[in-house]
């Protein structure tokens, strides 16, 4: 045999275990899917089942520490009862023998499951967030209640970061927690030698995962299986079903106090204002509340026509990014004080924000997302008494929160609890406690009467409708929601005027009973329900939809 044939031989050979190799590694492929499902359904149900005995006697009130937890709530924190799940956690930190995940939704209170800790341990606390606006109201809030705490963010000055170094490595506990971001944590090489010197004189007590021994607490308001997974990953957490692995809590994503409402936006930006005044006047009078705005123009717009309106019952206070660091906190100070009754912001004014007696949420505009709303509505109600969300809609609005606001049937806090679930990973759920099934009964849709709601069959309006969009997508037309309504009532068709009116199938103008709003929502409906789509199209100065 030659050279060549046998050479041909062994390429087949190699050839056939290549393809033997690529049907095995497709079969461990499918084999190691199979073992992370089973492994995460072990963990789900470990979490959902076996913890809660495991973790029972953390609901005692029988640890060394528990009159002086008690005495420091009620001292520094003027709190006599503790929320649900609040007292398991608190005492799981004090142990100080596992890490701690806990998931609980805005205002349920995951802030006290560290900072009452921190009074009662040696040394201080490290508080990693990526949130300024967060660490600086509740640094603020930390110093109305005695309770000594710093932060360093990109805003601190050196003067006050050469303070903080020197009271990371003092022995007279000058403060009790420091918050910083997370670039602060991983950029510094100055503090992270200023860290690694009071972890070895004794003096920290939670630090991420470069101290091996120090225990952690992850907190978050909402988060699916697998970002939970991830997080644990990163941080170097045990996973729950291991021995001394990672307690998990997590509390319900709904919030019983907290009332949501859909309102109709009226056509002129005077009639919001009014609108909006004459509300707040009739429910919440000298109360505090936000109100939230797409830009910095339209927040000070909104702010000085609501004090003009209510004639200066409501006084106002604008924050927003463009505002200096002294000036949001003179805002936020006298807005916690009452001496601001509303503070209209933009989403810079976010997520973090603690004053309990806020007693409404207005969205002037949509909120850009769910994700959004759910954290910007959060603000509302943090004391637990009943606290009112409104978002003021109109159908040009986002799209993503256009089924928020087009269902009036479908209870709010079921919409919320489908929108994340469906949200998360590959559909796989959340840590949260989610109810679908059972409705809240306080929102507008639990409380409006059948009679409110009609119905109306639009299929002749609709293939008007999607008959001139196909016209316009032939012609090479692109137009935006405005110039299509506009179309439809026989206004702006310029030199498709003929080309239309040609065509027998294309009923135009539509039915004059049918208003902008009414158009609006039509075509929110067959957008939602798959007739129509949305393009995005970029100039250099905006993007057209």
């Given at each position: 045999?030659?050279?060549?044939?046998?050479?041909?031989?062994?390429?087949?050979?190699i050839d056939s275990i290549d393809s033997a190799i690529?049907?095995?590694?497709?079969?461990?492929?499918?084999?190691?899917?199979?073992?992370?499902?089973?492994?995460?359904?072990?963990?789900?149900?470990?979490?959902?089942?076996?913890?809660?005995?495991?973790?029972?006697?953390?609901?005692?009130?029988?640890?060394?520490?528990?009159?002086?937890?008690?005495?420091?709530?009620?001292?520094?924190?003027?709190?006599?009862?503790?929320?649900?799940?609040?007292?398991?956690?608190?005492?799981?930190?004090?142990?100080?023998?596992?890490?701690?995940?806990?998931?609980?939704?805005?205002?349920?209170?995951?802030?006290?499951?560290?900072?009452?800790?921190?009074?009662?341990?040696?040394?201080?606390?490290?508080?990693?967030?990526?949130?300024?606006?967060?660490?600086?109201?509740?640094?603020?809030?930390?110093?109305?209640?005695?309770?000594?705490?710093?932060?360093?963010?990109?805003?601190?000055?050196?003067?006050?970061?050469?303070?903080?170094?020197?009271?990371?490595?003092?022995?007279?506990?000058?403060?009790?927690?420091?918050?910083?971001?997370?670039?602060?944590?991983?950029?510094?090489?100055?503090?992270?030698?200023?860290?690694?010197?009071?972890?070895?004189?004794?003096?920290?007590?939670?630090?991420?995962?470069?101290?091996?021994?120090?225990?952690?607490?992850?907190?978050?308001?909402?988060?699916?299986?697998?970002?939970?997974?991830?997080?644990?990953?990163?941080?170097?957490?045990?996973?729950?079903?291991?021995?001394?692995?990672?307690?998990?809590?997590?509390?319900?994503?709904?919030?019983?106090?907290?009332?949501?409402?859909?309102?109709?936006?009226?056509?002129?930006?005077?009639?919001?204002i009014r609108h909006i005044t004459n509300w707040i006047?009739?429910?919440?009078?000298?109360?505090?509340?936000?109100?939230?705005?797409?830009?910095?123009?339209?927040?000070?717009?909104?702010?000085?026509?609501?004090?003009?309106?209510?004639?200066?019952?409501?006084?106002?206070?604008?924050?927003?990014?463009?505002?200096?660091?002294?000036?949001?906190?003179?805002?936020?100070?006298?807005?916690?004080?009452?001496?601001?009754?509303?503070?209209?912001?933009?989403?810079?004014?976010?997520?973090?924000?603690?004053?309990?007696?806020?007693?409404?949420?207005?969205?002037?505009?949509?909120?850009?997302?769910?994700?959004?709303?759910?954290?910007?509505?959060?603000?509302?109600?943090?004391?637990?008494?009943?606290?009112?969300?409104?978002?003021?809609?109109?159908?040009?609005?986002?799209?993503?929160?256009?089924?928020?606001?087009?269902?009036?049937?479908?209870?709010?806090?079921?919409?919320?609890?489908?929108?994340?679930?469906?949200?998360?990973?590959?559909?796989?759920?959340?840590?949260?406690?989610?109810?679908?099934?059972?409705?809240?009964?306080?929102?507008?849709?639990?409380?409006?009467?059948?009679?409110?709601?009609?119905?109306?069959?639009?299929?002749?309006?609709?293939?008007?409708?999607?008959?001139?969009?196909?016209?316009?997508?032939?012609?090479?037309?692109?137009?935006?929601?405005?110039?299509?309504?506009?179309?439809?009532?026989?206004?702006?068709?310029?030199?498709?005027?003929?080309?239309?009116?040609?065509?027998?199938?294309?009923?135009?103008?539509?039915?004059?009973?049918?208003?902008?709003?009414?158009?609006?929502?039509?075509?929110?409906?067959?957008?939602?329900?798959?007739?129509?789509?949305?393009?995005?199209?970029?100039?250099?100065?905006?993007?057209?939809?």
């Amino acid at each position: 045999m030659s050279h060549q044939s046998q050479l041909e031989i062994i390429n087949q050979e190699i050839d056939s275990i290549d393809s033997a190799i690529e049907l095995l590694e497709q079969d461990k492929y499918v084999l190691i899917q199979k073992r992370n499902a089973l492994l995460d359904a072990m963990q789900k149900n470990f979490i959902r089942e076996g913890q809660a005995q495991e973790t029972y006697n953390y609901n005692e009130e029988n640890f060394p520490w528990s009159s002086d937890l008690r005495e420091k709530a009620k001292s520094h924190f003027q709190i006599e009862t503790f929320r649900h799940l609040q007292l398991p956690i608190l005492n799981a930190a004090m142990d100080k023998q596992r890490d701690l995940f806990v998931v609980l939704p805005t205002g349920a209170g995951k802030s006290l499951c560290y900072q009452l800790p921190a009074l009662l341990d040696d040394g201080f606390t490290l508080v990693v967030s990526p949130l300024v606006s967060l660490i600086k109201d509740q640094v603020y809030q930390l110093h109305e209640q005695g309770v000594p705490a710093v932060y360093i963010t990109a805003s601190t000055t050196k003067e006050e970061v050469k303070s903080v170094y020197q009271g990371m490595l003092s022995n007279q506990n000058s403060f009790k927690l420091l918050y910083v971001t997370p670039e602060k944590v991983s950029k510094s090489k100055m503090f992270m030698a200023k860290l690694n010197q009071s972890y070895d004189a004794g003096f920290l007590s939670r630090i991420v995962t470069l101290f091996p021994n120090t225990k952690i607490m992850a907190l978050t308001a909402t988060c699916p299986w697998s970002v939970m997974k991830d997080v644990m990953r990163i941080l170097n957490m045990k996973q729950p079903q291991v021995n001394n692995g990672t307690l998990v809590y997590s509390a319900p994503l709904h919030r019983p106090n907290l009332v949501y409402k859909v309102v109709q936006r009226p056509d002129s930006a005077e009639e919001t204002i009014r609108h909006i005044t004459n509300w707040i006047n009739d429910n919440y009078p000298k109360e505090s509340g936000i109100i939230y705005c797409l830009s910095k123009k339209d927040a000070e717009v909104v702010a000085q026509s609501i004090i003009k309106e209510s004639r200066g019952k409501i006084m106002c206070g604008t924050y927003h990014a463009y505002m200096d660091d002294e000036d949001k906190e003179l805002i936020h100070q006298k807005w916690r004080k009452n001496q601001l009754h509303v503070i209209v912001a933009t989403i810079a004014f976010g997520m973090g924000i603690n004053h309990l007696k806020t007693r409404f949420i207005i969205h002037h505009c949509m909120s850009k997302s769910m994700e959004g709303y759910y954290q910007e509505s959060g603000r509302a109600g943090r004391d637990g008494n009943k606290a009112e969300c409104i978002i003021y809609y109109r159908g040009t609005d986002v799209y993503e929160m256009i089924k928020y606001a087009e269902d009036y049937k479908t209870c709010r806090k079921i919409l919320f609890e489908n929108y994340f679930a469906l949200d998360s990973n590959q559909n796989e759920g959340l840590v949260n406690e989610i109810t679908p099934d059972e409705v809240c009964g306080n929102c507008d849709n639990c409380n409006r009467v059948p009679e409110d709601v009609c119905t109306e069959d639009i299929a002749d309006v609709a293939e008007t409708i999607i008959r001139l969009c196909l016209l316009l997508k032939k012609v090479n037309e692109r137009v935006t929601m405005t110039k299509l309504v506009q179309m439809l009532q026989n206004r702006g068709l310029g030199p498709l005027k003929s080309v239309v009116e040609r065509n027998d199938e294309i009923m135009i103008p539509i039915d004059k009973k049918y208003n902008e709003h009414n158009i609006e929502r039509m075509l929110n409906q067959l957008m939602i329900r798959g007739y129509l789509t949305e393009e995005y199209h970029a100039t250099p100065y905006s993007t057209i939809t």
